[in-house]
Structures are given as structure tokens and as C-alpha cells.
């Protein structure tokens, strides 16, 4: 079974478009995450929810909206796509706030931005 | 303000030989410290952790990584690669505090093993 999963796995749209990824884990963990990964490979936190609560938002634009359902899904939806929007987006969980715990990365969501 | 740097972007090396993956941090806390192997279009995935005690991590696949103080450094070591370890490796911090959650992660290096 996956512990992290993600989709759509890539996702190809037209600039000023609006669209949304999908997050789910099922390892029971109070903490989740969302990250953009650049084109260099580097690795950015975006968003960190514990048991849905909003716990970090870095600073990202306010197009990117993420959304906790429960403690087992964290979506994240973007509105007016640009450019610089394109990356792969990872989701990730983590057993408890705070502590040294591992986090558990989905396989990712390539989104290209035309 | 925390940070992590890695010194090297790439390093090729050939199979069987050793190998060191170089990591600094900047903190003026006491840091968790992390390894993360990404595979070519995958996910993340933990290699190894210094929370507390002995000095010298071990990992999967055979990695090991010592984490220095004095010299803020959390070095990734192997003594022999394999075809297999060709990845993204990521060095990462996080400060210890129970209310704090935010994951530094350095720039990654790439590892390129040539047979």
C-alpha cells in the first residue's frame, strides 16, 4: 500500500488556469506538508498542517491555497497559474509536530505551466 | 536563521570506490540532522538521522554519516557505491523544539556513479 500518494502525477495547463493537487496518507500521521521543488532540484517547504490546523505558511502567494479535509489529506489548489509556477510539487507527512521525525515523501506531481 | 550548505553540486565517482557527501549547517540552536536520498523521478526518502547520542549514524544501503559539532558538519559516507546509488542526496535541519516543525533542506548533491 502507499503511504504518501499524490495526483495527478503530472499535470500540463495553460497559464491563468486554475487547478488542484491531491494529497493522501494512510501511516496515521498528525502532520503534513507541502514542498516545490525547482528545476535545480532545490527543495522548498510551502505549507505544514498538523491535524488540520495551519502551522506554517511560508511565503508563498496567496494563489496557493492548501486545504486539510482531515488529518489524512492535504490539498493543494493554485488559482491564475503563471509561469514560475512550474515544478514538482512534493507532498510529505510526519508522525508528530516538532520532534525529529522521519517525513514520508509522495512520488511527486510535475506541473507544467504553458 | 538556520541554513544548510553543500558544497558539492555533483560528484562522480566509480563504482566500488568510496565515497563523501559534504554537509554544513549554520544554527545557533541544537539542530536535528537528516540525510535524504531522491531517486530519479521519485519521491524523497530518509537514509539516516542524528536526533541525540552517538556521533556516528548508520543508514540503509550500507551509508553511514558522522555528525561533528565543532565543526557543524553532517557528513554522508560509503565505502563502496554501487550502480544503484546513482541519486539527488539531501542534507536537511531542524531545530530542536517541540512547537517548531519547519525542515531545512540543503541544495542536494548529485551523485553519479560510473561503472
Known amino acids: 500500500d502507499t503511504a504518501v500518494s499524490q495526483t495527478p502525477k503530472y499535470l500540463v495547463t495553460q497559464m491563468g488556469n486554475d487547478k488542484s493537487i491531491k494529497c493522501e496518507q494512510n501511516?496515521?500521521?498528525?502532520?503534513m506538508y507541502w514542498y516545490k521543488q525547482d528545476s535545480k532540484k532545490f527543495l522548498k517547504i510551502m505549507f505544514s498542517y498538523n491535524n488540520k490546523e495551519l502551522i506554517i505558511n511560508e511565503t508563498v502567494p496567496n494563489r496557493f491555497s492548501p486545504k486539510s479535509p482531515d488529518k489524512a489529506h492535504l490539498n493543494l489548489h493554485i488559482n491564475s497559474l503563471e509561469l514560475g509556477d512550474s515544478a514538482v510539487y512534493f507532498c510529505a507527512s510526519s508522525h508528530k509536530r516538532g520532534w525529529g521525525d522521519t517525513q514520508y515523501f509522495g512520488p511527486g506531481t510535475r506541473l507544467t505551466v504553458l | 536563521a538556520q541554513s544548510v550548505t553543500q558544497l558539492d553540486s555533483q560528484v562522480p565517482v566509480f563504482e566500488e570506490a568510496p565515497v563523501e557527501l559534504r554537509c554544513n549547517y549554520s544554527s545557533s540552536v541544537s539542530v536535528y540532522l537528516f540525510w535524504y536520498v531522491q531517486y530519479p523521478n521519485q519521491g524523497l526518502q530518509l537514509l539516516l538521522k542524528?536526533?541525540?547520542?552517538?556521533?556516528l549514524v548508520k543508514g540503509i544501503n550500507g551509508f553511514e554519516a558522522e555528525f561533528n559539532k565543532s565543526q557543524t558538519s553532517f557528513h554522508l559516507r560509503k565505502p563502496s557505491v554501487h550502480i544503484s546509488d546513482t541519486a539527488e542526496y539531501f542534507c536537511?535541519?531542524?531545530?530542536?523544539?517541540?512547537?517548531?516543525?519547519?525542515?531545512?533542506f540543503g541544495p542536494g548533491t548529485s551523485l553519479s556513479v560510473i561503472p
Open positions: 542524528y536526533l541525540s547520542g552517538s556521533t
Open positions: 501511516l496515521g500521521h498528525d502532520t
Open positions: 536537511a535541519v531542524k531545530i530542536v523544539q517541540t512547537s517548531y516543525d519547519k525542515v531545512i
